[in-house]
């Protein structure tokens, strides 16, 4: 099975656990057998490699998601990297393109493309290889799945299909409704479109070709900040005649907000929290380093990072988008491609952050022109580099580092230091690489 994983945005109806860069499918929330956590991400990826060891995923993602993809899942996974944010359509658009040109997947191949994120259990995969089947072998261009509606939801499309078979051609496709009419659409048989299809490569490949002037792969992404955002249910969907629906009845949730998340959690605490027994259907997830104590609560979740701190009512929680649009905040923590950093303190003048280095990995060789800074060892071994130098470094060691010394550091087990920056212009743009 070749499988296109559409991982979004910052999923900020999860805020404060979820910003630009750390999205909420990495997000490590469901507990496992052996008491560890995984994230949405690790959970879809771990349940496709159970039902096919053999599937070819490529996951079509941002810049940004790139560290925590490789962080999360290794390095095995493909991964279709978007220059920028255009919508649905170009994205699919992309990555097969890069199955066709870069990982020499066949033409006549079928592809399914699902979001990263669906809460599901292993039949939904089952039912992707279903449904890549219908698309290899069947006279459709696209086969899409039609998820079994539970209730009238306005937050998906519907989809009506001809007839009630588990196969059946489509008569036609609804936007999101309001309640009442959901629950028309629902009479006539009607199936959510939870953005769950499949094709061959080259169906895609020569839609895009129409739609787009392009030549391969790496024309595609070179101009793909010029393309027009839009999604593929409008460019292609809507338009295609030869489409078919499969019926799906298994279990299938968008954990897209704190209520349907906090629905899933095999526990009401996650870290360090505790509450009373006159609390009521509430759920803590804690990631700072202090207690958390709730009493006397009903129906609330409590979420705490070093982005913020949540309180809210649970149906409330769905509502979080717009407040959250309006914070302005430096990103707190996010994973990178050689481990992570969290911001500890800020002030006028000075930045505390601990860094925490995976064994293997170093940053780049740079140097900053406005700001000194000083790292102090906690834990591990390594070795750093100040101005073409090397020394070996141990907890304890605390190196200097003025403003034009060119630096970094490397981890021979994983490695955490406290970084503190002082200067008076402290961003990611006073950063000058060099090569060493």
Known sequence: MNIVLL????GKRLWPLSNDIRSKQFIKIFKKEDGTYESMVQRVYRQICEVDPDATVTIATSKTQVSSIHNQLGGSVGISIEPCRRDTFPAIALATAYLHDVQGVDEN?????????PYVNNDYFEALNRLGQL????????????????????????????????????????????TKTAE????????????VFAYKLKYVLNKAHEL????????????????????????VVEQETKIQVMRFAGQWKDLGTWNTLTEEMSEPVIGQAMQNENCENVSIINELNVPVLCMGLKDVIVSASVDGILVSDKEQSSYIKPFVDKLEQRVM????????????DVEPGSLTIKVTLNPGHGMNYHSHQHRDEVWTVISGTGRAVLDDVEYPISAGDVLEMPA?????IYADT???????????????????KHEL
């Open 414 to 432: 994983e490695l955490k230091v406290i970084e503190v920056q002082i200067g008076e212009d402290l961003t990611v743009h006073d950063k000058i």
């Open 212 to 235: 787009i002037d392009f030549v391969d792969y790496q024309d595609l992404y070179e101009k793909y900040e010029t393309l027009k955002k839009i999604s593929f249910d409008y460019a």
């Open 109 to 117: 191949e079928a592809v399914v493309v699902c979001p990263v994120d």
């Open 404 to 408: 034009g010394c060119k630096h970094t």
């Open 135 to 178: 698309a290899a072998e069947g006279d459709a261009n696209l086969v899409l799945m039609g998820i079994e509606p539970t209730y009238p939801s306005e937050k998906y499309g519907y989809i009506i299909p001809e007839s009630a078979d588990e196969v059946s051609a489509v008569s036609t496709f609804k936007e999101k409704p309001d």
């Open 7 to 10: 991982s979004g945005g910052s």
């Open 184 to 195: 028309k659409y629902i009479s006539q048989g009607a199936l959510w479109n939870g953005g």
């Open 333 to 344: 923590f996010a994973e990178k491609s050689w481990g992570s950093f969290m911001i500890m």
